[in-house]
């Protein structure tokens, strides 16, 4: 399967910080990092130093949940762009659940199980919101899981209206 003109941009480091800088600058600030997105997956990377750090000596909780959520946000951006209708995105409720201190290089990996696509095509057909979790896992350099966070989103047609 051919590489998406989304997938592309995110793909591309230098690219995606600049949109970044542009659009999310705490998370350009934060350094996050796209390490590969796919139609099926997306995962992104925070390093535990300075600008991350809690007074506990591991990554702030709001840094981990940045990279989580770009991670879950990634798959449904790529999932809408250049749709031919507008798609407004919200997330209405997370989740999440700690398991260790989060020291090192922090992976988040975001795997699209629901099919992101299929339920935006639905979305389009009835002009009815739909309601989406996507999880996202975080691993330390030794792949054991340190946090774990599910996203819920709220996706919808945007009328003529608004």
Partial sequence: MSESTFEKLANNNFLFRFYMLKSLPMAFIAGIRVKELTKEKAITTVKFKWLTQNPFRSMYFACE???????????????IYKSPAAISTLIVENKALYFKKAV??????????????SIIDKAKKNGEPVII?????????EGEKVAEF???????VKSHDN
């Fill in 65 to 79: 949940a940045m990279a989580a959520e770009m991670s879950t946000g990634l798959l449904v951006l790529n999932s």
């Fill in 104 to 117: 090192g290089e922090i992976t988040f990996t975001c795997i699209d199980e629901i099919n992101i696509s």
């Fill in 133 to 141: 979790d996507l999880k996202s896992t975080g691993v330390d350099e």
């Fill in 150 to 156: 599910i996203f819920t989103w709220s996706l919808k």
